[in-house]
């Protein structure tokens, strides 16, 4: 990639804020926009400010337009049908979806890791509750590895759902999703996979993987907020539910009676996010011209430059494996004894450089381990050696100061 021109095509980091250029490094919360993803949406607001699917004048007829190229391009990119891919307004929704329009039995089984976030994990515990669903965590091995044997152990016929994370948000780790799906097929169960980290970050066919459904966020994929994606399979969408109805929706309604469109329409209710569609559409397009596979290789390029240098702090400790080419671009790290909020601030306040600190909407993990929190810096196509380089000298000093 050539990193020179491809920066220039982000305004956020060609900014100077008190002289310096800000250093982003919290890509897996959001990802920065890319200008031809920022004019899509502008684009929007200035010249076709309608709604889609509702009108047969100008403005409506683009937005229409817009909205199914988009469809059109996420599929493609996903190597699955067009009716496959329904829009939402984030991973969290998507997930949610699933879980509130499966028809679950008390009695049930859902499995998810130990290792998941919030979005997917609260979900099944409401279910649990309201449907007398049993739920189960499978445990990571000590390096944080899924553990694909104590997966077998609990796998069962009465499994309704698998939900697993694909790439962790905490560490970067990727779990065996293949053999995990042909485990719980071979069991007669639905896999759900939240794919918000590795939809950005790896190239995807979700008909080769064979995943049932799959869900993941545009804002981590360089595209608008309030952007979601589900991927479900054709005929196990059509047995879903909605889970919002109302307008756009439905085929037609009587005062007492209504008759559903098919999918993915169905699942699609009220005024969408028309200014999004054009901004994610230009996001992927962006992404397939870099190259998924180019994109991969750079994360763990960096990873690898980074731990190398950030072994040699002392005090510095890792979450997950050592070796960088299992965890993407993310690097979970704690300074010390230091609080992470205390170590991502002074690196703000220092450098412009931006991690995230806490627990990383996985209070499940971090209250398991005893551990308070962590800081992550999660790299992603735009990030540098150079910014690398920078960071770790400032860890340096703040590894005095603590």
Same mark, same amino acid.
């Given at each position: 990639?050539?990193?020179?021109?491809?920066?220039?095509?982000?305004?956020?980091?060609?900014?100077?804020?008190?002289?310096?250029?800000?250093?982003?490094?919290?890509?897996?919360?959001?990802?920065?926009?890319?200008?031809?993803?920022?004019? +899509?949406?502008?684009?929007?607001?200035?010249?076709?400010?309608?709604?889609?699917?509702?009108?047969?004048?100008?403005?409506?007829?683009?937005?229409?337009?817009?909205?199914?190229?988009?469809?059109?391009?996420?599929? %493609?990119?996903?190597?699955?049908?067009?009716?496959?891919?329904?829009?939402?307004?984030?991973?969290?929704?998507?997930?949610?979806?699933?879980?509130?329009?499966?028809?679950?039995?008390?009695?049930?089984?859902?499995?998810?890791?130990?290792?998941?976030?919030?979005?997917?994990?609260?979900?099944?515990?409401?279910?649990?509750?309201?449907?007398?669903?049993?739920?189960?965590?499978?445990?990571?091995?000590?390096?944080?590895?899924?553990?694909?044997?104590?997966? %077998?152990?609990?796998?069962?016929?009465?499994?309704?759902?698998?939900?697993?994370?694909?790439?962790? !948000?905490?560490?970067?780790?990727?779990?065996?999703?293949?053999?995990?799906?042909?485990?719980?097929?071979?069991?007669?169960?639905?896999?759900?996979?939240?794919? +918000?980290?590795?939809?950005?970050?790896?190239?995807?066919?979700?008909?080769?993987?064979?995943?049932?459904?799959?869900?993941?966020?545009?804002?981590?994929?360089?595209?608008?907020?309030?952007?979601?994606?589900?991927?479900?399979?054709?005929?196990?969408?059509?047995?879903?539910?909605?889970?919002?109805?109302?307008?756009?929706?439905?085929?037609?309604?009587?005062?007492?009676?209504?008759?559903?469109?098919?999918?993915?329409?169905?699942?699609?209710?009220?005024?969408?996010?028309?200014?999004?569609?054009?901004?994610?559409?230009?996001?992927?397009?962006?992404?397939?011209?870099?190259?998924?596979?180019?994109?991969?290789?750079?994360?763990?390029?960096?990873?690898?430059?980074?731990?190398?240098?950030?072994?040699?702090?002392?005090?510095?400790?890792?979450?997950?494996?050592?070796?960088?080419?299992?965890?993407?671009?993310?690097?979970?790290?704690?300074?010390?004894?230091?609080?992470?909020?205390?170590?991502?601030?002074?690196?703000?306040?220092?450098?412009?450089?931006?991690?995230?600190?806490?627990?990383?909407?996985?209070?499940?993990?971090?209250? +398991?381990?005893?551990?308070?929190?962590?800081?992550?810096?999660?790299?992603?196509?735009? !990030?540098?050696?150079?910014?690398?380089?920078?960071?770790?000298?400032?860890?340096?000093?703040?590894?005095?100061?603590?």
């Amino acid at each position: 990639m050539d990193m020179e021109k491809l920066r220039q095509d982000f305004p956020a980091i060609q900014q100077e804020v008190k002289g310096k250029k800000p250093i982003y490094f919290d890509s897996a919360c959001m990802a920065l926009k890319p200008r031809q993803v920022i004019d +899509a949406v502008v684009e929007y607001y200035e010249k076709y400010p309608g709604c889609g699917a509702r009108g047969v004048h100008l403005f409506g007829q683009k937005v229409t337009e817009k909205h199914d190229e988009c469809r059109k391009v996420t599929a %493609k990119h996903f190597g699955v049908k067009e009716k496959e891919i329904v829009f939402s307004k984030n991973a969290t929704e998507s997930l949610n979806l699933v879980y509130n329009s499966l028809d679950f039995n008390k009695g049930d089984i859902i499995i998810t890791t130990d290792k998941e976030h919030n979005s997917n994990l609260v979900p099944a515990q409401l279910v649990a509750k309201r449907k007398g669903v049993v739920h189960k965590a499978v445990k990571g091995k000590e390096d944080n590895t899924f553990d694909i044997e104590a997966f %077998k152990n609990i796998v069962s016929k009465d499994v309704k759902l698998v939900s697993v994370v694909h790439t962790s !948000n905490l560490d970067g780790v990727t779990n065996p999703v293949r053999e995990i799906i042909k485990i719980a097929h071979d069991a007669g169960a639905l896999v759900m996979l939240d794919g +918000a980290q590795s939809a950005p970050h790896k190239s995807i066919n979700l008909k080769k993987i064979n995943a049932d459904f799959f869900a993941c966020s545009g804002h981590k994929m360089m595209g608008p907020t309030g952007m979601g994606i589900l991927f479900g399979k054709e005929k196990l969408l059509d047995k879903l539910a909605p889970f919002i109805a109302g307008g756009e929706t439905v085929e037609a309604t009587t005062v007492s009676t209504h008759k559903f469109l098919k999918p993915p329409e169905k699942f699609e209710a009220g005024l969408q996010h028309y200014a999004g569609f054009g901004g994610l559409t230009e996001a992927i397009k962006y992404l397939d011209r870099v190259g998924m596979d180019n994109i991969e290789k750079h994360d763990i390029m960096l990873n690898k430059y980074a731990t190398e240098k950030l072994f040699e702090i002392p005090g510095f400790s890792l979450i997950g494996p050592k070796d960088a080419s299992l965890r993407s671009g993310i690097i979970s790290f704690n300074i010390g004894k230091m609080n992470s909020h205390d170590v991502a601030l002074i690196l703000d306040e220092n450098a412009k450089i931006m991690v995230r600190s806490g627990q990383h909407c996985m209070h499940s993990w971090f209250n +398991a381990h005893g551990i308070e929190g962590s800081c992550r810096a999660s790299l992603y196509l735009y !990030n540098t050696k150079e910014e690398i380089d920078i960071f770790v000298d400032i860890l340096k000093k703040v590894q005095k100061l603590g």
